[in-house]
């Protein structure tokens, strides 16, 4: 299908963007890479009367190392990241950035744009909430700074209110051990499930098994604990609450999510 | 509530003035507005890739790219590959040595996705280059041939 009409907005600075934002109000929607929004409005499961394009706003597509935090602009893009020698500390940023779609796919779209839209199952949403990360946003009344874990509230939905702007993602400590894996059906597809550990955290996070990327604390503890990987899979399957769906059993997501958290697990072990 | 905006585009190293309603895909354009007919367009949301071109040298959907974001950067479709009488490119020659293609409606996006990838990664290894073709659908060759003929042309470029 085609999209529904709309009138284009190129806004060259955060402060212009978001005093659009907060003057079209309900109407109007950011664009950034594209890469969630087009489909949508192809569909017209969105239709924006305004769209206002951040992609050329100056400074937000950079990769900072600051003492131990890692900033990512907004506007950086997958494939950027991918690429980006981020050294032993956040190696997990680039290596995930291979399970997020398609090449394609990942030259356009961004970090900022991925965490707003929220999907439970993005690499991006775990990586967020497995390495403590704040999102940094700005709306007329400035900035804030919102821890992962409470950003992301339900299906699609945020913290963020509709006049902000997600302006970087703060990364504040380093996970030299931390690693992401995942299963879906073909290559680029969105997880069935996804499952990420850092150990020394200790942090087990799964998407695909709640309307958020979910912190398993049992997995956790049996994590700190030192065992056997096996059991810490085990505690995670036994502590998710999923039902059965079409295209995915409870029993097959749950026995998914203990290969997914054992096998992230040994990888982190050879770290 | 149809606006016209004015949009500048450069495809293929030409200039073109466009007046278009912002809603206009990049896809859209090069077929419609441009006549470039070379460039696919299947699902139009982002999962086949027979709408792949190089935007700045990477490869985009061009179904998931409104024109008006793409002003200022340089548009490359298939209809660049080939020299202007027609001689095919290396990687155009390796597609037919390797049959790469039976129907070809997935051709153009297979050749702007291995141009765009091999431009950025020549030292590629075949199992990086499955990993690449996995991006865009084919539903007569099977992938293999594809995969043939992008590694061949990676090795003869290599090879000088
Ligand atoms: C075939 C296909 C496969 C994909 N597979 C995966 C996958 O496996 N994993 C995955 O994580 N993603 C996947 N994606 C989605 C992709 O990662 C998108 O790039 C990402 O979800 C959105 O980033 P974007 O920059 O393209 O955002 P856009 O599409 O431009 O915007 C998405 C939403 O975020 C809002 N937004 C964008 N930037 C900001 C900002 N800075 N501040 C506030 N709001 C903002 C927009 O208003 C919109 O609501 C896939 C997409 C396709 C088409
Ligand atoms: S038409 Fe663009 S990906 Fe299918
Ligand atoms: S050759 Fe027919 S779809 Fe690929």
């Known amino acids: 299908m085609k999209p529904a009409a709309f009138t284009y907005h190129r806004a060259r600075s955060v402060s212009g963007a978001v005093g659009l934002l907060a003057e079209l109000g309900d109407d109007a929607k950011v664009i950034a890479g594209g890469q969630s929004l087009v489909a949508m409005m192809n569909f017209r499961l969105a239709r924006p009367e305004h769209l206002i394009d951040i992609a050329r706003i100056p400074g937000l597509d950079t990769i900072v190392r600051e003492g131990d935090a890692l900033r990512v602009g907004a506007l950086v893009t997958h494939h950027a990241v991918e690429t980006a020698d981020l050294g032993p500390d956040f190696r997990v940023l680039s290596e995930a950035m291979r399970w997020v779609g398609h090449l394609p796919i990942r030259t356009r779209g961004t970090v900022g744009g991925s965490i707003a839209h929220a999907d439970a199952t993005a690499e991006w949403c775990l990586l967020a909430v497995l390495l403590d990360a704040r999102i940094v946003v700005e709306g007329p009344a400035g900035r804030r700074s919102i821890p992962a874990e409470e950003f992301f509230q339900g299906v699609f939905t945020t913290a963020l209110e509709p006049d902000e702007l997600i302006v970087e993602v703060e990364f504040p400590r380093p996970a030299p051990r931390a690693t992401l894996t995942e299963f879906a059906e073909r290559q680029g597809d969105f997880a069935i499930v996804a499952a990420a550990v850092d150990p020394d955290a200790p942090r087990v996070v799964l998407g695909g098994v709640a309307q958020v990327p979910l912190r398993v604390p049992a997995a956790e503890a049996v994590l700190a604990a030192g065992v056997a990987v096996a059991e810490v899979g085990e505690a995670a399957a036994a502590a998710i609450d999923v039902r059965d769906e079409p295209g995915a059993s409870a029993h097959y997501r749950r026995a998914l999510t203990r290969t997914l958290v054992t096998r992230a697990c040994e990888e982190a072990r050879t770290r | ?160």
């Open chain 2, 1 to 160: 509530m149809s606006e016209i905006q004015l949009v500048e585009l450069t495809v293929n190293g030409e200039r073109h003035d466009l007046a278009i309603e912002p809603r206009r895909t990049l896809v859209d354009v090069l077929r419609h507005d441009i006549g470039l007919t070379g460039t696919h367009v299947g699902c139009e949301h982002g999962i086949c890739g027979a709408c792949t071109v190089l935007v700045d040298g990477a490869p985009v959907r061009a179904c998931l790219v409104f024109a008006a974001q793409v002003e200022d950067a340089d548009i490359r479709t298939v209809e660049s590959l080939a020299e202007p009488d027609g001689t095919l490119s290396d990687l155009q020659r390796e597609f037919s040595a390797h049959h790469g293609l039976q129907c070809g409606f997935c051709t153009p996006g297979f050749l702007m996705l291995a141009e765009g990838f091999l431009a950025e990664r020549p030292d590629a290894t075949k199992e990086e280059i499955r990993e690449v073709v996995a991006s865009n659908l084919c539903r007569c060759t099977g992938y293999q041939t594809i995969v043939e003929a992008v590694d061949a042309c990676a090795a003869r470029r290599r090879s000088g």
